[in-house]
């Protein structure tokens, strides 16, 4: 693999998919925007992002406002459904708001889950606005665990509902906020493999070191989320201070770059500013640029960031 082919676009190694389904470096994260969902999400697809991450979980996300966005970029042309990488999640009960989710919390497990696949499926629905052609079908490319259950067997319990939807309703399973142990066990335990992991990307976790490796591991990968807000300490330090002078990009970015530099990650980009949208994918550009004329300037940059993190191996 040469220096700069960390920025293209991820496999999702899937074999039950007989197509390729490409992953690139950002996703757009939609939670918390509320009222202002549809128009962000519609930017963002005039801005460069061809994959978006929502929820059905209407405590921090607006899963149908998201799809809105969706149809007027897909109606007005701007990108078609097949371009795009949309996941959404199943969300528990201990992670809604009591009074508005998407399923009876009085019900089985296994009929929450069925409940929140079909709202989420009702959602994406884009059959009026796709274009001849393309895909009309409603289908999520990845459905996503929000969080492990509160035990094992109820996490199985979920997982197993989900693959029941693989690959026609749903392409790929992924889980989130999941600790080494529990992707371990639901790796090993589970007939469709996860596809992604959603992870904090932060100190309290040591970054993840070792489900990153794992996930390397398996082909499996990991996104990255609150990766400059919960690392102010990284934003500012020297080595991104560095990468960022010699590149002539924002700090932000060259956080971002860094962290793809790692090798098998996306991240999950949440901006509300178009500039910053822009520049965040002309960073890209211009980082892999600077990989591909001084190879051995960024893997000195992308070695000391290891270090900084505490991985001082690949």
Known sequence: MTSSAIFEKLV?????????????????????????TT?????????????????????????????????????????????????????????????NMPYDKNTPLTDQVNASIISSLQNFN?????????????????????????????????????????PNEIRNLGISN??????????ERSSIKPSVVQNRFYPSTKFDIGVRKFCQEKNIIYESFWTLSANPDLVWSAEVGSLASQVGISTQSALYCLVLGLGNITILNGTTSVSHMREDWEAIDKVKTFAEK?????????????IL??????
Request: charged share 25%; hydrophobic share 40%.
């Open 309 to 314: 993190i505490g991985q001082s191996k690949r």
């Open 178 to 187: 999941c600790n080494l142990f529990t992707l371990m066990d639901l790796y």
């Open 12 to 36: 999702l190694h899937a074999p039950h998919i007989s197509s390729k389904q490409l992953v690139p470096a950002f996703i757009y994260g939609t939670a918390w925007k509320k009222e202002a």
């Open 39 to 99: 128009d962000l999400v519609y930017k963002a697809l005039c801005n460069g992002f061809t994959a978006v991450d929502t929820a059905a979980q209407p405590k921090h996300y607006r899963e149908e406002l998201v799809a809105a966005g969706i149809a007027k970029a897909i109606n007005e042309a701007k990108v078609r459904r097949s371009d795009i990488y949309l996941q959404t999640k199943f969300t528990s009960i201990h992670g809604q708001d009591p009074d």
């Open 126 to 166: 884009f059959a009026n606005v796709v274009k001849e052609g393309d895909v009309r079908g409603p289908y999520i490319d990845t459905l996503v665990l929000h969080s492990p259950m509160k035990t094992f067997d109820e996490t199985l319990e979920v997982w197993r509902t989900l693959e029941q939807y693989v």
């Open 294 to 306: 001084h190879p051995q300037h960024w893997e000195s940059a992308v070695s000391r960031f290891r």
